[in-house]
Each structure stands twice: as structure tokens, then as C-alpha cells.
């Protein structure tokens, strides 16, 4: 039987330190002069929460509306610039992942296997789809399709307008895996995943034939949690490359459309994702620290770790700063060129799973107790 391991467990293991009894605490908060200025716009509730279940549930946005779900079933939608309620679905299913957004569509993937549409203007339900295993990934939503991961290897496509199936495809699993799965990518004809046996693959997305397939890690070790090699984080694709890493694996770049190898093999391993930009590649590794790489050839340009094993997110670009947040709550604005401190906020008392959202120069995340805070870096007078 195939077992899915929380990544805290893991994280622990992996920061131990001296006896049995003996594990190193998370990083205390350093002080350091704010050299930006912060201002929460709004904040908002959003279900019951789903605290330390690791789920795939991030905030969405069509750019004038900002879409979010709850383990409970509440699925809602909040103005972006001022939080104003729009609408609140009860739907009855434990949401576990989403939503994606489309098409006039808000998709979450459920604890049960199911997918579920809701229409973007009112929350109705469109369509429900039972299609197999737990869904901890982020639907996407393209044109006529969406694409969906599952927990047990498989990449699936349905109609966007029913939900009816159109293609699968199974990927081999490890006896013993993070909980956690990769969100698919669809860039055009092509969609990107990662799976838990450490491979990035890529397929048609009306056919679901493979384009190409590279692995990014390889299992090695005595022990089934040494030999774990997920490509459990979310990969990210800016002009024709996709970025991806694994845990215990490594960082690597690949051409969307042949898979080829635009990088030398960089060992950093990481479990919770990627954020990039025209110029870098910024990885969180597996210890909390935030790595940033040359996008060109994937040399390190600046490391920050003064924030480990504080379960850090992956980093998103914002202006001159890359933001992060952690297990307590926070969010932290580095500096993009050198991953200096630039200022930190606090946007609710528990943890920040998922890579925050943004918005210009907006970032709008989403707790794990349900709490969505949108906040803005504000100018200086002229």
C-alpha cells in the first residue's frame, strides 16, 4: 500500500540535530530597518479552515475578482480591491485544492476525487465529477479542458463543459510519498506536470499524448524516506522554459517544447515551489531558505537563510521584491536583487501554506485557518 507522508514529519527529521530528543527550532524573526511600506487593504474569512492538512487550496483571481474555497465546502469570491464579498457557495464537498479559474469557471478539486465547476459570476454549481483519487493540486482551466492531478500518479483531462472525461495518463508511485502533488501547467497545446517518481513530463492537451518526459530526481538509499524524490512543488514556466525542482532531488530547466536540458544539474532540493522572473529563478529549498538562480544558465545569485525551518512558501515576483510567507503567519518582502530583508506584515495567526498572489503591487493570501489579507507596498509621495 502506498503511503503519503506530511511533509512536516519529513521537514523534522530532516532538521534534527544532536541526540533523539534534540530538534532545532525555527529561525527567530531577525530585526532589521523596513525600507518599504506595507499597508493591509482587507482582509476576509473564507469557511472553518483546514489547519496542518496540507492542502491545495490558493487563492485565485480573474484579475478583478479573487476566488477562494474552504476544507468545508464554502467556496467564495471577493472584489480584488477592497474585499467586498460577491458571492458564497456552500457546496457540501471537502474541497482540497483550487481553485482554477476560466472560461467563466471556478474549478476545485475535492478530498473525495471529485472536480467541481462553479460559474464565476454567481457560485452556482455547474457541474460535479467524480474522477478517482484525492486532488491536492490547483485544477487549470484551458479553453474547452481542464486538467487535473491526482494523488495516485494520474494527469486527467475533462470537458470544461460537463466535466465528462477526454483523456488520463498514470505515472508509476513510490511505496512511500510528501503529501502534496504538483499543479499542472497548460501553456498553449502543451501541459507540464510533476509527478511523485521524480519525473517532469509533458502532453497534448486535447490528447493527452506524451511530448516529452525527463527525470528530475532519482530514488537512492536504504530507507523509503531517503529514496523519496517528489516533484511535489509547482513548476513554473516563463518564455519557452520550465522550471522545476524535487525534493532530495534538484533544480533543473527544460525547453517546453523538446525537454531538453537548458541547465547543468543543480542539486537543491525543495518541496514547495518555484517563482520566477525575467531574470531569476527563485527556489525555496527543503530547510526554509530561499535561493535565487541565474534564469540564463541556473548559477546562484543570492541565498537568504535567515528564515529556516520556518516552512516557508515559494517566493512570487512583486516590483523590486520576491515575497514569502511562514508558519506563524507572515509575510516577508525580500529584495529581488540580493534577498535582503525589505519589510514583513502579519496576515493571520496560522500558517501560510501556499505561494501568495499577486496583483500588481497587491499580494493576496490565504491562511490555513481560511483567512484572506491583501496587502500593497505604498509609494512615497513624490
Not at 471577493?78 to 479559474?101: H, I, Q, Y
Request: negative net charge.
Amino acid at each position: 500500500m502506498r503511503r503519503r507522508l506530511i511533509l512536516a514529519l519529513v521537514v523534522g527529521g530532516l532538521g534534527a540535530c544532536g541526540g533523539r530528543d534534540t530538534v532545532e527550532p525555527p529561525a527567530e524573526l531577525i530585526d532589521f530597518e523596513q525600507a518599504l511600506d506595507i499597508r493591509q487593504l482587507w482582509q476576509r474569512k473564507v469557511g472553518r479552515g483546514s489547519e496542518r492538512l496540507r492542502l491545495g487550496l490558493i487563492p485565485a483571481t480573474d484579475g478583478t475578482r479573487i476566488f477562494a474555497g474552504a476544507r468545508d465546502g464554502t467556496a467564495a469570491a471577493f472584489a480584488v480591491a477592497d474585499g467586498e464579498p460577491l458571492w458564497s457557495t456552500k457546496t457540501d464537498l471537502k474541497l482540497a485544492a483550487g481553485p482554477g479559474v476560466g472560461g467563466g469557471q471556478v474549478v476545485f478539486g475535492t478530498s473525495d476525487g471529485n472536480l467541481v465547476a462553479l460559474d464565476a459570476e454567481t457560485g452556482e454549481v455547474r457541474w460535479q465529477r467524480l474522477v478517482g483519487s484525492e486532488i491536492l493540486a490547483a485544477p487549470v482551466v484551458g479553453g474547452s479542458v481542464i486538467v487535473f492531478r491526482g494523488t495516485d500518479g494520474r494527469l486527467g483531462a475533462v470537458s470544461a463543459a460537463d466535466g465528462s472525461e477526454l483523456w488520463s495518463v498514470v505515472q508509476s508511485m513510490p511505496v512511500l510519498t510528501l503529501r502534496g502533488s504538483t499543479a499542472p501547467l497548460m501553456v498553449g497545446g502543451t501541459v507540464v506536470a510533476g509527478f511523485d517518481n521524480g519525473r517532469v513530463a509533458a502532453y497534448n492537451v486535447q490528447d493527452g499524448l506524451t511530448r516529452w518526459e525527463r527525470a528530475l530526481g532519482t530514488a537512492s538509499g536504504r530507507s523509503e524516506i531517503e529514496r523519496l524524490v517528489d516533484v511535489g512543488v509547482d513548476l513554473a514556466v516563463f518564455g519557452s522554459a520550465v522550471y522545476a525542482a524535487s525534493f532530495q532531488g534538484r533544480a533543473a530547466a527544460f525547453d517546453l517544447t523538446t525537454g531538453v536540458e537548458l541547465w547543468p544539474t543543480i542539486d537543491l532540493s525543495s518541496f514547495v515551489g518555484i517563482g520566477v522572473d525575467a531574470e531569476r529563478v527563485y527556489v525555496t529549498n527543503d530547510v526554509g531558505a530561499v535561493v535565487a538562480l541565474n534564469r540564463q544558465n541556473g548559477m546562484e545569485v543570492w541565498r537568504q537563510d535567515d528564515l529556516r525551518l520556518r516552512d516557508v512558501t515559494a517566493a512570487t515576483r512583486v516590483r523590486e521584491t520576491v515575497v514569502v510567507a511562514d508558519y506563524d503567519g507572515y509575510l516577508h518582502w525580500l529584495s529581488a536583487a540580493d534577498g535582503s530583508f525589505m519589510a514583513r506584515a502579519r496576515a493571520a495567526s496560522s500558517q501560510i501554506s501556499a505561494q501568495p498572489l499577486a496583483l500588481g503591487s497587491v499580494v493576496y493570501v490565504q491562511s490555513e485557518d481560511g483567512t484572506i489579507t491583501a496587502f500593497e507596498i505604498v509609494d512615497e509621495p513624490a
